[in-house]
Every structure is written in C-alpha cells, then in structure tokens.
C-alpha cells in the first residue's frame, strides 16, 4: 500500500458520513381538545407548593393534575355536577 493510498483509506474511514435521518415520532392527540384559559387561583403557599411537588412527581402539568383533581372529586361526590 502506497502513502497516498493509506492516507486515503485513514481520509475515508475519519470522513463523518450523516446518519440517516430517523422519522419523528409521532406525538400523541392531546387528551383534552377544549378551550384553554387562565384563571387567577388564590390558594395557600403550602397548597401551591403540595401542587408542584404532585406534578413534579407524575410526571404532570399542574394543569392536568388539577384536572384529575376535578375529575376525583366529582366522582366520590356525585351530587356537585
């Protein structure tokens, strides 16, 4: 093997060929497709925080946790509807 060859093959083989472009995964539908808003809650400090420890936990916007929030309550007392 040459000089020129060698460093040829050393040239090809450092080359960075692009990997293939993997196809985006597709994002999930959202669950909930209403209206959004937002609304000025007044609760406690400690509450707020119990809130974003909650969320932070599951893994949830405090959003959504205040939705399965809703959602709990309204099943354990039927009559609120």
Do not use: C, W
Request: charge should be positive.
């Amino acid at each position: 093997m040459t000089r020129f060859t060698k460093l040829d093959a050393i040239r090809k083989h450092l080359r960075l060929e692009p990997a293939p472009e993997a196809s985006p995964a597709p994002k999930p539908a959202p669950a909930d497709v209403g209206k959004r808003v937002q609304k000025n809650l007044s609760i406690l400090e400690r509450d707020a925080e119990r809130l974003s420890a909650l969320a932070k936990r599951d893994g949830l916007s405090q959003a959504r946790l205040l939705s399965a929030a809703l959602d709990a309550y309204e099943i354990s007392n039927p009559g609120v509807r």
